[in-house]
C-alpha cells in the first residue's frame, strides 16, 4: 500500500492535523488509489482533506517499514495561495506549530520525517524498524478478526 503525506510550512510553522477519535497529531495525506502517482496523490489529498490548491516543491524522503509492504512518501508542498482558507470533513483539527516545539502527542515516524525535513538533507530513504513483539500482537488481532 502506497501513502502520501504533505509537510506544509506557513511562516516557520508546520501544518498537524488531527482525525475524529484520535487524540495525535500527524501529517497532512494518507493512502493513494491504485496506480496513482505519489506527487499527483499528495496534490489531491491535500485538496480533498484541507480545501486548498498546492504544488510540490521537494521530496523529503520515502520510508518503508520492516515486515510491512507499505511504502511512504513525504513531500513538501506549498500553498499556491498564500494564507489559503482551509476546510476539511477529515479531520477535526488542524493548527500549525513551531518546527522546534512540536507537540508531545505525534506519531513517532512523523516526527522522524519531520526531523529529516528540518535537517535540509533530502531526499531520504529509510526502513523503520519493529519491535516483533508488535507485530505477532498485530497478527494475531488480524488472525482473530478473520475469525469472527
Partial sequence: ????YAIVIRN?????????????????GGDLLPNENE????????KEQLSFDSTIEDLIGIYT????DDV?????????????KMESQDYV??????????PLN??????????DYK?????????????????RIEKFIKERKKEK
Fill in 119 to 135: 535537517s535540509r538533507r533530502y531526499p531520504v530513504r529509510l526502513r523503520f524498524k519493529e519491535n516483533r513483539w508488535l507485530i
Fill in 93 to 102: 483539527a488542524f493548527n500549525f506549530f513551531d518546527l522546534q516545539n512540536l
Fill in 65 to 68: 517499514k520492516e515486515h510491512h
Fill in 39 to 46: 506527487r499527483e496523490g499528495i496534490q489531491r489529498l491535500v
Fill in 72 to 84: 511512504t512518501y513525504v513531500y513538501k508542498v506549498k500553498e499556491q495561495v498564500s494564507q489559503s
Fill in 12 to 28: 516557520g510553522l508546520i501544518l498537524l492535523v488531527r482525525r475524529q477519535g484520535v487524540p495525535v497529531w500527524d501529517l497532512p
Fill in 1 to 4: 500500500m502506497k501513502k502520501a
Fill in 106 to 115: 505525534i506519531y513517532p515516524e512523523r516526527h522522524r520525517q519531520i526531523k
